[in-house]
């Protein structure tokens, strides 16, 4: 099976600060990955695809880089509604895996 | 619209079973595999499984910690995925989500999980 591991599970931010959350695969998932937010209460939605692909909708300040093993997510000019719960997913192969998530707070 | 609406969610004892449906709308169902992931209270997503398109076969995929236990079917008149929990344990309450997975269309690949339906509460507990 596939891990994925998230860093940071946490972080502290200020609103306009820019951020930058990990994912590694413990193997090759060429671009098969997906970032998803989650706010209380909600279902997750689908911000990046194929690991650098804006979703249609979401603002441009979210941006995804990376192939293979390592992948970022990186927030520009963090916005209020930006705080959140983050999530990577692989779907290169099965057993499809997240990682463990990181909740971006308000400092 | 695309559209995925889960139902059947609700209290159930140890040990018994319940079956979860999510219908779709707005696509060409067919071409889709389906997945199901779930949420525990506080806890991060977690997979549950999945089933092919019927053009790859229209086979399922479990996470370990199901397998055996649940399973997945799809109704293609319907439009209908399924989700049937047996011998259910308290480690199973969480929200269940339905999503739109993966399609192959021609040559073309659309990448997957791009759409989620609202969620069912499922609590196993005596």
């Known amino acids: 099976d596939i891990q994925m591991t998230q860093s940071p599970s946490s972080l502290s931010a200020s609103v306009g600060d820019r951020v930058t959350i990990t994912c590694r695969a413990s193997?090759?998932?060429?671009?098969?990955l997906g970032w998803f937010q989650q706010t209380p209460g909600k279902a997750p939605k689908r911000l990046i695809y194929a690991g650098f692909n804006l979703q249609s909708g979401a603002p441009s300040r979210f941006s995804g880089r990376g192939s293979g093993t390592e992948f970022t997510l990186t927030i520009s000019n963090l916005q209020p509604e930006d705080f959140a719960i983050y999530y990577c997913?692989?779907?290169?192969?099965?057993?499809?895996?997240f990682g463990q998530g990181t909740k971006v707070e308000i400092k | 619209e695309v559209q995925l609406v889960e139902s059947g969610g609700g209290l159930v004892q140890p040990g018994r079973s319940l079956r979860l449906s999510c219908t779709t709308s707005g696509f060409t169902f067919g071409d889709y595999a389906m997945t199901w992931v779930r949420q525990a209270p506080g806890k991060g997503l977690e997979w549950v499984g999945s089933?092919?398109?019927?053009?790859?076969?229209?086979?399922?995929e479990y996470d370990a910690s199901v397998q055996g236990r649940f399973s997945i079917s799809r109704d293609e008149s319907k439009r209908i995925v399924y989700l049937q929990m047996n011998s259910l344990k308290t480690e199973d309450t969480g929200v269940y989500y339905c999503l739109r997975d993966s399609a192959m269309v021609g040559y073309y690949y659309y990448y997957g999980m791009d759409v989620w339906g609202q969620g069912t509460t499922v609590t196993v507990s005596s």
């Open positions: 193997q090759d998932i060429a671009n098969n």
């Open positions: 997913l692989q779907h290169n192969s099965y057993p499809r895996t």
């Open positions: 089933i092919r398109s019927q053009a790859f076969g229209g086979t399922p």
